[in-house]
């Protein structure tokens, strides 16, 4: 017979695909054997887990996170390390994420940008993970790196933004990066809000006195977004019809504009993110400054719009549900959100709040909480989907034997943990606040398990992993590979045929 590293037992097993139950035994990183339940409890193994019937998925894969990034928006900068962003990651169920590594306007090197990131994650992960590399200055130099990206470093996937004076690209220069990025079959992920009109916007309030928190929302009217989104994937299709994957989509017009390219067999994905689910423009209307710890871009909407985004995550025009995770303490005049108060704008200026809000521990329990997802859907969004677009499927994202990592959740059985409180004294982060204090959900990660290693238990001594244990993992086009087929079989960019 043979000995297992170790076996769960009496499990629930959730994929993508199936709910089963299920024992699994896992030896040398990889899921080895899954078995009918209660069938390997005798099994000879170094550790056995008795799931008690709660459900045991792959672990979550957040390819949304912001870690140790340089102040790129004034004085604004990253609370979390990667040693503590990763460690608040698989203490909610992560098991892999996949950062920036940010490209400044000053510099010219895309690879020069990966090797200062890599520097700062390096032995200091508790999880593993990847980057996409952030472009705010597509030169010639970045653009002709691309084939050392993908080819020596693993790199497939890459974000802009056509927002935010530090890194907001016009559209000429969108073209570039999309015809570079379908030439060697890059992802490229899109921040979707018109910046021009934001700073107007912004201007006209500041003029006529409106600086609280809550204006921000104002700043930020839903059809930004959408104008945005239509624009990106109007971009998308004239370069023969790049793939692109708009980020953190809150506005139901932009989604339904997702929607009606996804129904034409445009290669267009999109992700949302819990703050849309769970926070509405109210959260920014609350006494003094506190409104600024949900101050995020773009920012939350209404309960009708949150109702529409969940709709969209059931019926697949959200492929991925991500933390964007982008934190900044909040009682900090340095670094943090109150860099913005003064002896003269007591409630700040909304211009100059830090945007972003930690999310990367509490993403996962919130939608498993709110049961609006099959759990099907919810393995999917929360993590094969992710693999299956970043290149790392089926790596992760998935429980195929002799293939799949042992990156696994288990959750604790129904009932169990019902009307738990969340705190910010409970998480992780490197954070004074959660956005999501005194919220109510009925789970948590009891386990996280990668490459067969536990590092989150819950029950026992909690976080028991090491920072290092995480492993760089190196990405491929994954099944993006059949979509690259297609649009290829299409013919390429051609002036011509325009």
Not at 22 to 30: G, L, M, Q, S, T
Not at 105 to 124: I, R
Request: glycine share 8%; charged share 20%.
């Amino acid at each position: 017979m043979d000995e297992y590293d170790l076996v769960i037992t009496n499990a629930v097993c959730v994929t993508a695909a199936d709910v089963s139950p299920y024992d699994v035994a896992i030896k040398d990183e990889k899921i080895a054997l899954l078995a009918p339940s209660g069938s390997l409890k005798n099994a000879k193994t170094k550790r056995l887990i008795d799931a008690e019937g709660g459900y045991v998925m792959p672990g979550g894969i957040d390819c949304h996170v912001h870690l140790e990034e340089p102040s790129m928006f004034g004085k604004g900068s990253s609370a979390d390390s990667f040693e503590t962003g990763t460690r608040s990651a698989v203490a909610g169920g992560n098991t892999t994420i996949v950062a920036f590594a940010p490209q400044q306007k000053t510099q010219d090197s895309l690879l020069e940008a990966l090797g200062n990131t890599h520097k700062l994650a390096k032995d200091n992960c508790y999880c593993d993970y990847g980057f996409h590399l952030l472009v705010s200055n597509p030169g010639p130099k970045a653009l002709s790196e691309f084939d050392q990206l993908v080819d020596s470093e693993g790199i497939t996937s890459l974000k802009i933004y056509m927002t935010y004076t530090a890194l907001q690209l016009r559209d000429n220069e969108i073209l570039s990066v999309l015809l570079a990025a379908r030439q060697r079959h890059i992802l490229t992920m899109i921040h979707a809000e018109n910046g021009d009109v934001l700073e107007w916007l912004t201007d006209q309030l500041e003029a006529q006195g409106k600086l609280a928190p809550k204006y921000h929302s104002n700043s930020r009217p839903p059809i930004l977004e959408s104008e945005a989104t239509n624009r990106a994937i109007a971009l998308s299709s004239l370069i023969a019809n790049t793939p692109i994957l708009l980020v953190h989509v809150s506005d139901p017009a932009a989604a339904l504009r997702i929607r009606q390219a996804q129904t034409a067999g445009q290669p267009i994905f999109a992700e949302t993110c819990p703050q849309y689910l769970f926070l509405t423009r109210d959260d920014l209307d609350k006494p003094g400054f506190e409104g600024a710890k949900c101050v995020c871009s773009p920012p939350p909407r209404n309960v009708e719009d949150q109702l529409q985004i969940w709709t969209g995550l059931r019926n697949g025009t959200f492929a991925v549900l991500s933390s964007d995770h982008c934190p900044f303490r909040f009682d900090d005049a340095v670094t943090g959100k109150k860099t913005c108060v003064t002896h003269e704008h007591p409630v700040g200026k909304f211009r100059y709040i830090p945007n972003g809000l930690p999310g990367i521990e509490t993403r996962m329990p919130l939608a498993f909480s709110a049961r609006k997802l099959a759990l099907t859907k919810f393995v999917e969004v929360t993590s094969t989907n992710a693999a299956k677009l970043y290149g790392l499927y089926p790596k992760k994202g998935s429980m195929i034997p002799g293939v799949s990592d042992a990156d696994l959740v288990i959750w604790y059985p129904d009932g169990k943990l019902d009307g738990l409180e969340v705190t910010n004294s409970m998480l992780h982060h490197d954070v004074d606040y959660t956005p999501y204090e005194g919220r109510k959900v009925n789970n948590w990660p009891r386990y996280t398990i990668i490459r067969g290693k536990v590092v989150w238990d819950r029950d026992g001594e909690g976080l028991v992993g090491t920072k290092g244990y995480g492993q760089f993992v190196k990405r491929k086009q994954g099944t993006l590979n059949e979509i690259w087929e297609t649009v290829d079989e299409q013919g390429a960019f051609d002036l011509e045929n325009l």
